[in-house]
């Protein structure tokens, strides 16, 4: 079964404006629906009544951008060509330098009731949801450099991952003095021993008004470099 991943606007409430196909050389197609076939290796996409095709090595990227009466610059969700895995992977872009970008997708997760038992007697535990951060640092031709998944739990290797995940940031990106400065006053703004903060700091939910109407959207603001 071909695996198929179809873009028609990103979710038309996230989305308010067409989709921009990024090709190799630099030129740039914006485009009203697109979709990618993991198989062959293509894109196909429609402007208007016409469909075409591109290779994938032929897309650096596409992006569902944001556009919106608030003013505030948003995180695009871009699909990014990772040419040594030979397919395309989707994630909000948080920064980027000259030769590097973080991205990022946060997901929940559920774990059922458990059980315990105790004297004969079957106690029944409550469902339990964590909320994961995965962080990306590639480069512009789609090399991954970094990555790590953070989960919200209070194990000890959790928290770990996310003391982790504050030095990588802090590494790959000295050179972004706003987003550091972004991002370090927000997880020091409180005391917090097991790191949460750095989930949350990717989290972080803004009102955007569009036509007269206001969406609570998530992720939040694209934090330049300089």
Known sequence: MKNLIIIALLLSLNSFAQTVLEKADGSKINVDWASFDNSDEKVTFKVGDKKEKLKFKELKSVISPYQADSKVPLANYTWMYFPNAKKFKGMYVKTETNDKLLGFVHYTTETGPSTTSANGTTFFNGSSSFEHVHLTVFDKQGTVLE????????????????????????R????????????????????????????????????????????VMEPHNLINCN
């Open 172 to 215: 790959q990106f000295s050179n972004c003095p706003n987003f550091i400065k972004d991002f370090t006053s927000f997880i020091t703004a409180e005391s917090d021993p097991k790191n949460l903060r750095v989930v949350e700091y990717f989290m972080q939910k803004i009102k955007v008004n569009h036509n007269n109407a206001d969406y």
């Open 147 to 170: 990555d790590i998944d953070l989960r919200s739990g209070y194990q000890s290797h959790n928290i770990e991952e996310r003391g982790e995940a504050i030095e990588m940031i802090k």
